[in-house]
């Protein structure tokens, strides 16, 4: 069993002796891939910052919370060209400490994003069951929960830092790689560990949640005080969004864990190199992808992200508005350098009529 092949972004069990043809077109259509989901996923990520962070003086708490899934994507999705450097020349350029943060990154940021889901869903639940005791909830108590969102994810993710290492293979030519240092048995009660805080206690959480939530509304639809028309309340819009974003992140990280675990506990199938590669690929390409979908979850299924369109056609209006008085008024203005030729002509008459009143005084 090589202990390499279960390093994140499988970075460190890359076959560097390997130059054949097939592995030169996979390796290229992957590393473009990626190149196309870094482009992507950088602005569409960078964009949402940009409207989420012209919303916070009018919405509260969600939409902080989804400036910091939108930061953890800009994160993770900084390490691609890294990735795609390392799978096209084969070798590791970037140092121990590059080892050690670029090969954690991943770890760090998933831990960051599923946790922030998490914590919107138990406040989601807290302002459906208990509403006011939600109002109470200060600006502090909100920073304070997503430092500790961020610093809970970084002391999951240091054991990564510290067991990855540089080393070389011995050949025609010296070849750098990023290689955990512990044992097998470590490492794949470690991993573990991870798989059971990033998907399995979210993903339990998360259920218990929407489970009480669905049984909540259920329950104030059968009764006729609350009854109302047949559209979904803001709630479940947000609801909607959260339960969108969520199942997207299982949907792109969870083949990634299965790959990961079947290798690790050596239960894989007999497969060629060519075959463990392209799944290789397409799983990490999965993971990539969910950075670039969670954009438009955030923006096209949120209310403000239309209220920041409307704003931006209103200001367009009212900028070209400005700019044609203005245009007109210049026009019309005696003293303006382009005069239009009919008021030219009306200075002429008026100048011919004051000579005349002079030459001719009665």
């Avoid at 930061?71 to 795609?84: E, G, N, R």
């Avoid at 919107?120 to 939600?134: D, F, G, I, N």
């Avoid at 008021?343 to 002429?348: E, F, L, M, Q, Y």
């Amino acid at each position: 069993m090589d202990t390499n092949s279960c390093c994140p972004e499988n970075l460190s069990h890359v076959d560097l002796n390997s130059t054949s043809t097939n592995e030169l077109i996979i390796t290229s259509t992957f590393g473009t891939i990626l190149s196309l989901m870094y482009v992507a996923g950088v602005s569409g990520n960078a964009y949402t910052l940009v409207v989420m962070y012209s919303s916070m003086k009018s919405v509260a708490n969600m939409y902080r919370s989804i400036m910091n899934l939108a930061l953890a994507d800009l994160l993770y999705l900084s390490s691609i060209p890294f990735i795609v450097c390392t799978y096209f020349v084969k070798d590791w350029y970037f140092g121990d400490v590059g080892c050690r943060i670029l090969l954690s990154l991943d770890l760090f940021t998933m831990h960051a994003s599923i946790f922030t889901l998490t914590v919107m869903c138990t406040e989601r639940y807290m302002a459906v069951t208990k509403p006011l005791a939600s109002l109470r909830k200060s600006t502090y108590y909100r920073k304070s929960t997503a430092l500790g969102i961020w610093s809970l994810s970084l002391v999951l993710t240091l054991p990564m830092m510290m067991m990855m290492t540089l080393t070389e293979t011995k050949g025609k030519q010296v070849k750098r790689m990023c290689a955990p240092t512990w044992s097998l048995d470590a490492y794949r009660i470690y991993l573990t560990v991870l798989f059971s805080t990033s998907i399995m206690a979210p993903g339990l959480i998360i259920g218990f949640l929407y489970t009480r939530l669905a049984t909540t509304y259920l329950e104030s639809q059968r009764n006729p005080i609350y009854s109302k028309e047949n559209k979904k309340s803001p709630k479940q819009k947000v609801l909607f969004m959260i339960f969108s974003i969520v199942l997207v992140f299982w949907a792109c990280f969870l083949p990634f864990w299965i790959w990961q675990l079947i290798r690790l506990y050596d239960m894989s199938p007999q497969l060629s190199s060519q075959t463990q590669t392209c799944i290789n690929y397409l799983v990490t390409c999965l993971t990539y992808s969910n950075s670039c979908i969670n954009p438009f979850l955030y923006t096209l299924l949120t209310k403000n992200y239309s209220e920041y369109l409307m704003n931006r056609k209103k200001k367009f209006y009212r900028f070209t508005s400005n700019y044609k008085a203005k245009r007109s008024s210049l026009q019309c203005s005696p003293w303006g350098r382009s005069l239009s030729s009919s008021t030219h002509c009306d200075c002429i008459m008026a100048e011919s009529i004051v000579m005349a009143g002079v030459r001719d005084p009665k």
